[in-house]
């Protein structure tokens, strides 16, 4: 089956057309500012990147370029759109609806709407990504994959605040998790390529990007994650706090004489590594190079990065009463082998060593723990949009 996976924001837009029988991606790329002017960028496997600057007013001008591109007669990856089979849509917030992913249907979309308050920048965009699906591309089945599904395992214990209990009932305020689609993908694929023994395993899935969060799944299950109600809550990230003392944002808008949304402003897009550097960048790269020209602000970023990771997976490893795997994934994890051994060489307590030669390697799937190490640490690249285009696949043939 030819799987088109459509990651839908609200000014840009990612795909990929994957044969789901060889799981090779035979095309994609990107629309960016969509509503603004337009730009799309697209790839056929094998050959450079074709950049078109064209009008995309709204997202459907922007999807039907992406399925002329698909079927250009001369660098497209397919001949008509009837060889796309199936859709798969990611969609950030599912809320308590949705455990799993699900086939599309009008029930599903009235679901998804009414989740848009708990994620009001995203899931506005992605049903509109499933609506113009809809009408292009009519008759092809459509699946919705939840980064919040994974994470619907959680007991009330991991997923309750210390709030008054009405604001979960009448407000539906509690912890989803994010990045559900990567910690399941990853999760999973630790317990292949480690051995271990699925139905008596504890892992732990750092997926650390831009955005991170972290998760502790048992038994395949999802128990804990950091990401919250929102995407800001857990470690420190590229440009969000992450933790703060709530009582931070009434003392922070006094002195800077800030609005609710001013304050919001500042913890989701001038705080985390960006803002802890006094704005060098939000990027591991950036900052480490600044650090080793001596910027103590930027060396103070990366110290609080690997201490909060730490954090995290040390109360991860007590909540789960140990660890057999702890696994780092996302362009961090895969990439940063400084950032990798500053948290395992804190958790030196659980018995766990680093093998420092492995470590070095960059973006491949390896371990990176000695073999006499206690704990298990692996490096997986995660990889989204196969786990969509698998979900859909797997939908689909089961509806047939
Ligand atoms: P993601 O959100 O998963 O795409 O991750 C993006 C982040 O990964 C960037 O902002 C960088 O901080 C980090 N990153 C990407 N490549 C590298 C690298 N080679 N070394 C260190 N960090 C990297």
Redesign the pocket.
Known sequence: MNVLVINCGSSSLKYQLIDSDTEAVLAKGLCERIGIDGRLVYQKAGLDKEITEAPMPTHKEAIQMVLDALTNEKTGAIRSLKEVDAVGHRVVHGGEKFAASTIITDEVIKAVEECNDLAPLHNPANLIGIRVCQELMPGVPQVAVFDTAFHQTMPPKAFLYGLPIKFYHDYKVRRYGFHGTSHSFVSKRAVEFLGLDKDNSKVIVCH????SSISAVVNGKCIDTTMGLTPLEGTVM?TRSGNIDPAIMEYVAKKENLDIPGVMNVLNKKSG?FGLSGGVS????DL?AAAADGNMNAQNALDVLIYSVTKFVGGFVAAMNGVDAIVFT???GE??GKVRAGVVKNLGYLGITLDEEANKQ?GEEIVISTPDSKVKVAVIPTNEELAICRDTVALVKAAN
């Open positions: 650390l990007g831009n955005g590229g590594l939000s990027d591991m790269r480490e996302a362009g961090i990439n940063d960059r």
